[in-house]
């Protein structure tokens, strides 16, 4: 098996076998890898660099927003903030703008760190 194929491999065995919460801790790590390396391609000045992981992390959002339980009052809360995510992507884009991409990469690190915290929390929980 060639070492590409053997990573890949492992990364599908990781997926498949992660639970809902490690699902949703790896699309935060995707989101920020992303807007990461969008930041970069406008530094760069790479349009496309740019554009393409801006819509990565926008189909990223959209996912979190799929997947929200709106029998609970929270998902509105959380709508609303990735509804904002989704605007403030759309204007990075169009603009190319660094400071806009670094502001979400803030709240998408925030709320990587907050669900880490909530993981452990739970684990915790289930411990005793």
Known sequence: MAPNNAYQAYNNSKIMTASPAELTLMLYEGAIKF???AIMGVEEKNVEKAHTNIMKVER???????????????AEDFDNVYKYLQERL???NMKKDKEILEEILTHLRTMRDTWKEVMRLNKLARAN
């Open 90 to 92: 759309a204007e990075a």
């Open 60 to 74: 990223i959002i959209e996912e979190f927003q799929a997947t929200l339980d709106h029998k609970y009052a929270i």
């Open 35 to 37: 807007c990461n390396i």
